[in-house]
């Protein structure tokens, strides 16, 4: 039985009734990060597809930027309960760096230039879910956002979301990233309210 | 130290308020007996929730700002935003006596156990200073000879939190170190002119890269940023700062 806040009413707008449940609406894009910020220049970037043995795929900046990018009009809900929408970004589908790659693990650990990891299912990688973004409204991505390039998967909470992405490790079975060890939900959907990892 | 997380279910606990006081004219301390508390460590937050008489609800987190005392109340200091939908709440309406929901304790990152040995540097913005404030009482209550340093930024003299209980714990053997940045107002013969943090201020009052400490920088967005950038050109590991950002979510429509 929930305890009535006395004198509490809020401050509801009709907008929060469209976003999943406990969000509120930002127009300002805040930054997350359990750290520093990352400063990676363009001639050392890479980014690496394993299997944990070997490598499978690699990039550079010029080769990542030569495959086929689109435009990205998604919805961002962070943990921290803001949500923001109709945000617009260039990136390249998963779909498009997996091409050719047959694998049978049904998960992917992404992690980071400064040592940041996310787990995710393979399946929501797949299938026009998952990019790799690396420019923001129309710029080159800021580096407090995750540039030069980061993981976009907006359909999970935006910890997913991998920023100063630098590779994807296929795995047989789950395994908990960065803030999956420290007691946040292995999947974590928004819409279902997956904060923590009881939830 | 990360796999050490705390992992048990996160229920939400029914709180009762113990007690109130103001630490500025726009914070308010709120201690709470929290029913089963299972206790926390210093830099962990707690989710809090008001119903509205119709079911509605709102949750924000707030960090905890006492010692880790599994069997005594918990405080939370929460600053009022302008336009904020929780805050305000909190710090005009609420009154001994109520009831409020929680959860928690959460975060396994941003904290300090008493078990730490190495130096530690506490930086904080504003109310940022309320997880760091956990981790001094900590060091106090676990009678700690771990070398402290805390730099505190704030507007001007009048929004210093807990400004009694800091000048104590600097005040006495194996102290603290505390040292602030005044942002707009500077204390009467105060030797420095009003400003932000810069690289000059991180090299006269913080520990230099050397002696290896664990940085722990809290505060809003811009000011973690541009301090956790400092101290990386400063010479300290990246793995050896960490940060938590508050109060950047912006304008509510």
Avoid at chain 1, 59 to 75: C, G, H, M, Q, Y
């Amino acid at each position: 039985m929930a305890i009535v806040s006395r004198g509490f009413s809020g401050r509801r707008s009709a907008e929060d009734t469209n976003l999943p449940p406990g969000q509120y609406l930002t127009t300002s894009f805040p930054v997350l990060s359990a750290g520093p910020t990352p400063h990676i220049s363009l001639d050392k970037w890479e980014f690496e597809i394993s299997d944990g043995a070997k490598s499978l795929k690699r990039f550079d900046w010029k080769t990542f930027r030569e495959l086929p990018s689109e435009a990205i009009n998604v919805d961002l809900h962070c943990v921290t309960r803001w949500s923001k929408l109709g945000t617009s970004w260039q990136g390249v589908s998963l779909d498009v760096l997996l091409a050719g790659l047959e694998t049978e693990s049904a998960y992917v650990m992404f992690y980071s230039y400064g040592d940041y990891s996310t787990n995710i299912p393979i399946r929501d990688v797949l299938n026009h879910q998952a990019w790799i973004a690396f420019k923001y409204d129309g710029t080159e991505l800021a580096p407090e956002h995750g540039g030069p390039a980061r993981l976009l998967v907006p359909h999970l909470y935006l910890w997913k979301s991998a920023k100063w992405v630098r590779g994807m490790r296929l795995m047989q079975h789950d395994k908990a990233g960065f803030w999956e060890n420290l007691g946040y939900h292995m999947y974590g959907d928004p819409w279902r309210e997956q904060r923590y990892s009881d939830d | 130290m990360a796999g050490t997380a705390v992992l048990r279910r996160l229920k939400w606990r029914t709180a009762r308020v113990l007690d109130l006081h103001d630490e500025t004219a726009t914070a308010r301390t709120i201690r709470l007996a929290v029913r089963d508390w299972p206790g926390h460590i210093a830099g962990q937050h707690v989710d809090v929730r008001l119903t509205a008489p119709d079911g509605y609800t709102a949750v924000r987190s707030y960090s905890i700002a006492s010692t880790p005392n599994p069997d005594g109340p918990i405080e939370i200091t929460v600053e009022r935003l302008p336009n904020g939908e929780v805050s305000p709440y909190l710090t005009m309406e609420l009154m001994v006596g109520d009831e409020l929901e929680l959860r928690g304790p959460i975060g396994g990152w941003f904290v300090w156990r008493n078990d730490q040995r190495e130096p530690i540097q506490l930086i904080a913005g504003g109310s940022g200073i309320v997880p760091l404030m956990s981790m001094i009482r900590s060091r106090v209550l676990a009678n700690s000879a771990v070398q402290f340093r805390l730099l505190y930024s704030v507007r001007n003299p009048g929004s210093i939190f807990y400004r009694s209980e800091l000048e104590a714990v600097s005040a006495t053997p194996r102290s603290i170190v505390v040292d602030y940045a005044f942002t707009r107002v500077v204390p009467k013969d105060w030797s420095r002119p009003a400003g932000r943090i810069d690289q000059n201020l991180i090299a006269s009052t913080t520990w230099p890269a050397n002696i290896e400490a664990t940085y722990y920088v809290c505060g809003p967005s811009d000011f973690v940023e541009n301090i956790a950038d400092m101290l990386s050109r400063a010479g300290n590991r990246r793995d050896r700062i960490k940060t938590e950002r508050f109060g950047a979510t912006g304008g509510r429509k």
